[in-house]
């Protein structure tokens, strides 16, 4: 009798009925898209009452609020453009900042369009520490951009601003001590573990370098201010226009005030593109500003309705397709 032998080898093809397993990168590009949902989900309450309000509101303010919000996005995309010396692809480098402001508002506060921002940058080349040394300017150049805008403002209008209704009273003394413990953590932390410090240093040795390339060419260093500047400038004409749709009887120039004074001051709080937090800190600054309480909040929801939560979904589907193209 002839001896049967059986294969051990599995048959080669596709099985039919059985599962396959799907590519690591196809599961991530559907990651924005379920925060999306959530957060949506979560907040469904405050997103009809937002779309009450834009109702309401006249249209041709409303469109140049979201022309001020699209503009954002390239303001972006030239300020990182400035950050680094090696040129950039223009047309990737603007959808990648589309996708980080989704990033961000899926993300605690800067991370998610650092992150975004950080693996573009690698892939089109640039080394891992000069790319976060770009980063880390970048986040330089736009924060002292939006308080020296908020400070000439000050300046100009002293009285736009009930500062002392913004915090409580006796509030001040806590606020600065805490902040004075927390340097002198971070420094004696810096001080006593030598690993921690030799990595800062070696850092800040990085950043620097970068920092006198790419203001040794008069062009990277135009873009990097010019759209440092730009930036929350179109940030605070996005809510002016708003707020001029919704009849918020607030000067123009003292709702941009208001603005970049909210910013500045939940730009520590890590929540996800500082849902909740931003909303909150508008409404008091507002209100600071001398506009009534209710209209304060229909004209920040509406605000939050155009520049966050209209292109939430359509950024987060273009940083899946980034993710599966390999942009980033």
């Known amino acids: ?17 059985l599962p ?12 924005p898209l379920a925060l999306v949902l959530v957060i949506g989900v979560r907040h ?22 979201a022309l001020a919000t699209c503009l954002t996005w390239v303001a972006a995309a030239v300020t990182r453009q400035g950050a680094v010396v090696e040129r950039l692809p223009a047309r990737r480098l603007l959808a990648t900042q589309f996708a980080a402001g989704a990033a961000n508002h899926l993300l605690p506060t800067g991370l998610g369009a650092g992150a975004v921002n950080l693996r573009f ?49 006796g509030a001040t003394g806590p606020l ?3 902040a004075g413990v927390l340097l002198c953590v971070a420094v004696t932390v810096l001080l006593l573990v030598r690993r921690l410090r030799v990595a800062v240093l070696s850092f800040l040795r990085t950043a620097l370098g970068e920092a006198r390339s790419v203001h040794s060419r008069p062009a990277r260093a135009c873009a990097l201010w010019g759209g440092s500047l730009a930036f929350p400038l179109l940030q605070a004409a996005g809510l002016t226009a708003v707020g001029q749709a919704m009849d918020l009887p607030v000067p123009p120039l003292h709702m941009a005030l208001a603005y970049l004074a909210a910013t500045a001051a939940v730009a ?15 409404v008091v600054a507002l209100v600071a500003a001398g506009g009534p309480v209710a209209v304060a909040t229909a004209v920040v929801l509406a605000f939050r309705i155009i520049t966050v939560w209209l292109p939430l979904l359509p950024g987060a589907l273009t940083l899946g397709a980034l993710v599966r193209l390999k942009v980033i």
């Open 121 to 169: 940058m690698t892939v089109c080349g640039v080394p891992l520490a000069r790319s976060s040394a770009a980063l880390a300017l970048y986040m330089l150049a736009e924060s002292v951009a939006r308080l020296a805008l908020l400070a000439g403002l000050l300046v100009a209008f002293p009285g736009a601003l009930r500062i002392g209704g913004l915090l409580p009273d």
């Open 176 to 178: 600065l001590l805490g």
């Open 1 to 17: 009798m002839t001896a049967v032998r059986f294969s051990q080898t599995p048959p080669r093809g596709p099985l039919k009925g």
């Open 268 to 282: 520590v709080v890590p929540t996800p593109g500082g849902i909740g937090s931003v909303e909150a800190a508008l």
């Open 44 to 65: 469904r309450a405050v997103l009809a009452e937002g779309f009450g309000h834009l109702r309401a509101a006249e249209w041709p303010w409303l469109l140049a609020a």
């Open 20 to 31: 396959r397993r799907l590519p690591l990168r196809s599961v991530l590009c559907l990651v």
